[in-house]
């Protein structure tokens, strides 16, 4: 990520040497933990989490009970080997489901979270395009990138587009 930002400010520096762009930093982190809304889709986030966790807690608990009993019936004899396969079998179905279970809540958590930050992201995005333009910037970069966030936020209609040349210079050869 280090490499891409490296390459990317480089790209830059000819055009912002020859005064023809112009580019701000911004910190997304610090913006959102401005709004005041922020702490309660936080709130609202948290709530559902531990929600979904009690949830799958509880089918976990149980699975824990079912196995513990049959143990201790196959240490005390009760069962022979048919029922002790057949009740293996019933046990790893019941893991596999926990399994499933859990992938869900994970995909149900992300979708949630997703539901909730998006009109705040939205929100954001507007505020610094119109911050952007008011000052005349051709880009915003997040100066906090590094841990998988996108380098750039913001590209003005006035930014130089150098996607053509690149092809044409790759085709070239």
């Known amino acids: 990520m280090k490499k891409l ?18 580019v701000g930093v911004m910190s997304p982190d610090q913006v959102l933990d401005s709004l005041p809304e922020t702490a309660e889709v936080q709130s609202d986030l948290e709530q559902y989490v531990q929600e979904r966790e009690q949830r799958f807690q509880d089918r976990y608990q149980s699975w824990i009970e079912e196995v513990t009993a049959f143990s201790e019936q196959v240490e005390a004899g009760e069962l022979n080997e048919e029922q002790q396969a057949e009740e293996e079998e019933r046990l790893s179905e019941m893991e596999q489901e926990l399994n499933n279970l859990q992938n869900r809540i994970q995909n149900q958590i992300r979708q949630r979270q997703n539901e909730l930050f998006s009109p705040l992201l939205t929100k954001v995005e507007a505020a610094m395009e119109t911050v952007a333009d008011e000052m005349g910037l051709n880009y915003v970069i997040n100066k906090q990138s590094g841990n998988g966030e ?15 040349r690149v092809i044409e210079q790759l085709t070239q050869n």
Do not use: E, N
Request: glycine residues 6%.
């Open 5 to 22: 930002q490296l390459l990317f400010l480089l790209l830059l520096l000819p055009a912002l040497a020859a005064g023809q762009l112009s």
């Open 150 to 164: 996108p380098i750039v936020y913001y590209i003005s209609d006035r930014g130089v587009d150098i996607t053509d």
